[in-house]
């Protein structure tokens, strides 16, 4: 298993980077007062049909040629199930997926949420071609990212530009301290 949340989250986007989506949406929710993180990642990717959603919690189905295994999606269901939350996959035939993952807060089985910021800053300077919109939530306070704006700003200037993939990573990296504040996820 992953020792943190926010690696589980990379490897699921990048099933979506995989999958041909042009837009994912990544949330992260913590609600101190019902007791849960929630993160939901969304794509407009090639979807799945109904038997590769069943199949996809299965440790040796895998859609990949290099392996006969694919750990990602069992080890995030697995990781929710152990902190006593709860997964789900919805998915349709070219229209996206999207994936929810529950976690209990208070629950000792629970991994950390880890480095989102770098998970976030990864997935927007690696993937160009891709739009990405990330939420993160503590209670009643929040931020998004969302890559489209970026692009309106900046017009053909790459992310990857040592100048403006820093400057994302501050803002990822500001937004997420203010919005967690002195809590602990």
């Known amino acids: 298993m992953m020792p943190e949340i926010s690696l589980n989250i990379l490897d699921v986007a990048e099933n979506s980077v995989k999958a041909g989506?042009?837009?994912v949406e990544l949330t992260v929710e913590a609600d101190f007062a019902d007791n849960k993180l929630t993160v939901i990642i969304s794509d407009d990717g090639c979807g799945m049909t109904k038997e590769q959603v069943e199949s996809v919690i299965d440790p040796f189905y895998t859609t990949r040629t290099t392996r006969k295994v694919g750990l990602g999606v069992p080890f995030f269901k697995l990781a929710a199930?152990?902190?006593?939350?709860?997964?789900?996959?919805?998915?349709?035939?070219?229209?996206?997926?999207?994936?929810?993952?529950?976690?209990?807060?208070?629950?000792i089985d629970r991994m950390p949420l880890g480095d989102m910021v770098s998970t976030v800053h990864t997935l927007v300077t690696m993937h160009e071609n891709m739009d990405f919109v990330y939420r993160y939530r503590v209670d009643e306070r929040e931020f998004t990212l969302d890559t489209r704006e970026f692009r309106e700003i900046l017009g053909?200037?790459?992310?990857?530009?040592?100048?403006?993939?820093?400057?994302?990573?501050?803002?990822?990296?500001?937004?997420t301290q203010e919005v967690t504040g002195s809590n602990n996820i």
């Open 21 to 23: 989506a042009k837009l």
């Open 81 to 107: 199930e152990s902190s006593g939350g709860s997964f789900d996959i919805r998915s349709e035939k070219d229209k996206g997926t999207v994936v929810t993952a529950t976690f209990m807060l208070d629950s």
């Open 156 to 175: 053909d200037v790459s992310f990857t530009e040592p100048d403006v993939s820093n400057y994302i990573r501050d803002y990822l990296r500001e937004n």
